[in-house]
């Protein structure tokens, strides 16, 4: 496969060693990603490396290794892991939060066709409702269940972010 790695790139990780610069040479490698999925890798890789003072080897640990070595899955899902897997690492409450979110969402059964998406890094406390239908009528339907859910006290309970102030205020953090 054939990919560069870009100049800013390398200018990110140029004050890493030699072989931690080779571990992600060989990340980049296997997984060939774009400029912007590299850099998102790069500073995942090294906002850990920074904050939990770990090298860039025992970043790229056993669970990457398996992934990169686990020729049955493709490319694209490989790089999808483990990407999910280094955001997990590096916003840890985020990812509690965000597993917490879809776990109560899930329980409303909302429609088909029907998500709610939080605020992006729960920051501006602003949600987004995506609604697919294909007539009025299911427009219609779809809206009037939505109203049922919206009265329930699982939904207050989900939209009142109890739960996140909970999860956040346990580790100090408050917003």
Known sequence: MSFKIFPDILKQIESLSDKEREKIHVLFTELGPSYSLQKEIVEYILDIRGRDKVSVEEIINQKIEKTLNNYNIP???????????????????????????????KSLNLPSGCDIIPPLYWEDGEYKLKLNFKNAIEFSEKLQQLFKISQTKAWQELI?????ETLFSSKGIHR
Do not use: D, H, M
């Not at 999808?80 to 109560?104: C, D, G, M």
């Not at 009142?160 to 996140?164: L, V």
């Open 160 to 164: 009142g972010e109890q739960w996140f």
């Open 75 to 105: 490319r694209e899902k490989k790089l999808n892991q483990i990407r999910a897997y280094l955001r997990q690492v590096r916003f840890p409450l985020l990812f509690t939060a965000e597993e917490i979110f879809r776990s109560k969402l």
